[in-house]
């Protein structure tokens, strides 16, 4: 069913999930080389409630539509569009704006559904896919054999990332701060441990690769659990919100906790350390290209998201709250009609 009434969620100010509102949007024509489409699904992703605290320093000044990702149907078609026609379902990047049940967006950021994808596993997947490939295969480079530790692995980009390097031949150790959700993990591959038991067990190291969301102060208690030229890539600053309350205090510490890492004592450690804003990959014209290459190879080699909970549009303070108080397994998505 298609959008009767076109909207759109805008962040006027910083605040608590209710500080959000909806407003009415009306569908522009696409300009050439653009995709007008109807919106069916939009993307929750963490940096979301990071930008709607005011902690997000690549955010648009307000008001602003957040949202990284969508799937939905082409609309229109703006001249010299050649990939897609009106009807197709697609997924698509949109670095802001994916709050909207209509969208246009320039053709390189348009992407054709996976084969035996719908539109809900369609919209889990470009920036968990994006993100997860870019830190384990162009960052990480992990092989067969590799021993890897994911510390979001119960969200949307672990779920990924336990697959892919899975796939690869790793072995993958997952994090996770409730037991409840250890199961989770193990059914996707990997070996399942709370955040408590992994800290208080030291055995569990010689990491070639860390995947590390929490930012602060895990980045240095993770990577002394890296064998000798082992990487970690750093996503995030997750440690820094908690609750989704706007705590300036807290993410100032967790700013202050995050080591500013010398190149000298990293010749002593013989390991290598990443950060990725996933947000300036997909700016990039070459990568997008990329990674659009590396998307097309899930009609073969296909992965699965999954979807923990969708909410209507207008819930969407429902959705955050049950993101940023770590409910979720997998990704929270909001659902137009």
């Known amino acids: 069913m298609q959008p009767k009434n076109h909207r759109e969620i805008i962040i006027a100010k910083y605040g608590d999930a209710d500080a959000m509102r909806m407003q009415a949007l009306t569908p522009k024509a696409p300009k050439p080389g653009e995709v007008r489409i109807d919106v069916r699904y939009s993307g929750i992703n963490f940096a979301d409630i990071q930008m709607r605290l005011g902690f997000y320093p690549d955010a648009p000044k307000k008001p602003f539509v957040p949202g990284y990702e969508v799937s939905g149907v082409v609309a229109a078609v703006g001249a010299g569009v050649t990939r897609f026609r009106e009807g197709d379902e697609v997924v698509a990047g949109t670095v802001f704006g994916g709050y909207s ?13 996976p084969k035996g994808s719908d539109l809900a596993a369609g919209a889990a997947m470009p920036v968990n896919f994006f993100t997860a490939h870019v830190a384990l295969f162009e960052m990480a480079r992990i092989r067969k054999g590799d021993q890897i530790m994911i510390d979001c692995a119960t969200g949307g980009v672990g779920t990924l990332a336990i697959q892919m390097a899975v796939r690869a031949g790793a072995s993958v150790v997952g994090l996770t701060g409730t037991a409840s959700k250890k199961s989770y993990i193990e059914d996707l591959g990997g070996v399942a441990m709370t955040r408590d038991e992994f800290y208080s067990d030291a055995s569990v190291k010689d990491f070639d690769f860390i995947l590390n969301a929490s930012g602060g102060a895990e980045i240095d208690k993770q990577r002394a659990r890296l064998r000798i030229t082992g990487r970690m890539v750093c996503l995030g600053m997750n440690s820094g919100v908690r609750d989704g309350k706007r705590n300036i205090l807290r993410m100032l510490k967790a700013v202050v906790q995050t080591p500013r890492i010398s190149v000298v004592k990293l010749f002593g450690a013989n390991t290598g350390i990443f950060g990725l804003n996933a947000l ?3 700016q ?45 397994v997998g990704k929270v998505l909001l659902e137009w009609s």
């Open 101 to 113: 049940s209509s969208i246009n967006l320039a053709e390189r950021n348009v992407f054709p559904m």
């Open 280 to 282: 300036h990959v997909l």
């Open 284 to 328: 990039d014209d070459h990568w997008i290209a990329k990674l659009g290459e590396a998307f097309a190879q899930l009609d073969e080699h296909p992965l699965v998201p999954h979807v923990g909970q969708t909410f209507a549009a207008e819930k969407v303070a429902d959705a955050h709250e049950f993101l940023q108080t770590r409910k979720a």
